[in-house]
């Protein structure tokens, strides 16, 4: 079983920067791809960025150039720098995690960009 724990969230103006991160627990050895996706209202879950406990990183193209994810192994945390912020960004951002084939989930961690 694995917990993630997302911190980071709230009200952001346009241009802004922000950083989320996501400590997951609960497993004795690396998770293998932890990663972010976001919803805002009336609109379907999408990725927003992942990373492979190799290093290996996949971004969403309306993100593609203004975040940047990353992840401390020995931590089990992995992190998401939101810069260029826009309105559009304005969603419900969940934690996500692959361990022995299992997907977990944070509660999710909500943020407004204000234009």
């Known amino acids: 079983q694995v917990q993630l724990v997302e911190s980071g969230g709230g009200l952001v103006q346009a241009g802004g920067s922000l950083r989320l991160s996501c400590a997951a627990s609960?497993?004795?050895?690396?998770?293998?791809?932890m990663g972010w996706y976001r919803q805002a209202p009336g609109k379907q879950r999408e990725l927003v960025a992942a990373?492979?406990?190799?290093?290996?990183?996949n971004y969403g193209d309306s993100v593609l150039g203004r975040f940047t994810i990353s992840r401390d192994n020995a931590k089990n945390t992995v992190y998401l720098q939101l810069n260029t912020l826009k309105p559009e960004d304005t969603a419900v951002y969940y934690c996500?995690?692959?361990?022995?084939?299992?997907?977990?989930w944070g509660q999710g961690t909500q943020f407004t960009v204000s234009s």
């Open positions: 609960g497993s004795p050895l690396s998770i293998n791809a």
């Open positions: 996500h995690a692959v361990y022995r084939s299992y997907h977990y």
């Open positions: 990373i492979t406990s190799g290093g290996s990183r």
